[in-house]
């Protein structure tokens, strides 16, 4: 068994696409746009503020107006962390289980500290995970190591100790770089790239359930 188990946040321990994309249709309402179906939205979910304005407006950080439109998102957001947002499904059992096996379990995600800790405060998990690692904890966000390595201190549990739960291709780099066992979470958002068989990964989970057994047999 892991020492430790780290996942993601958005697309992988919680279900946010329904207020990411609650957030970006508001958004499009004040542009004057109708909104956007959560099908088309959902993929963009992990890459963030960025990837949702860019699927809704076809705005990139390059443009001038991408700031203001941030800034707005944000603020929007910030108001609507957690209405519809939950863990999903069969996620809550499973960290009942690391808890009563004596696994540490913690995130590592490229959230700000600004939403990701309050969420996690909302979701009622702030208190029992070990770690919360956010996009601007570290010195780099995934793909880099940094908060990786930054976890694994935080938490005093060596990187090849532990294993890394992720929706997005970064999330197997970041947690290959520093020897992690990297699991993808098949019922995650998976983005609009590479398909996960891809990206390197030790093992594809198809439920929360299924990532013990995973990461036992590829250690």
Known sequence: MPDAVLFDLDGTLADTAPDLGGTLNQLLLE???GPL???KLRPHVSSGARGMIGAG??????DPEYV??????LAIYQDALCVDTRLFAGMAEH???????GILWGIVTNKSQRFAIPLMERLGLRQRCACIVCGDSAQRSKPHADPMQLASAVIGIATTD???VGDDERDVISGRAVGMTTIVAAWGYLGNGNSPTAWGADAIAASPQDILGLATANR
């Open 31 to 33: 542009q004057g746009r």
């Open 37 to 39: 179906p959560m099908e």
């Open 57 to 62: 407006l076809g705005i990139t950080p390059a």
């Open 68 to 73: 203001g439109l941030l800034q707005r998102f």
């Open 95 to 101: 960290l009942d289980e690391l808890e009563a096996q």
């Open 162 to 164: 532990c294993i890394y």
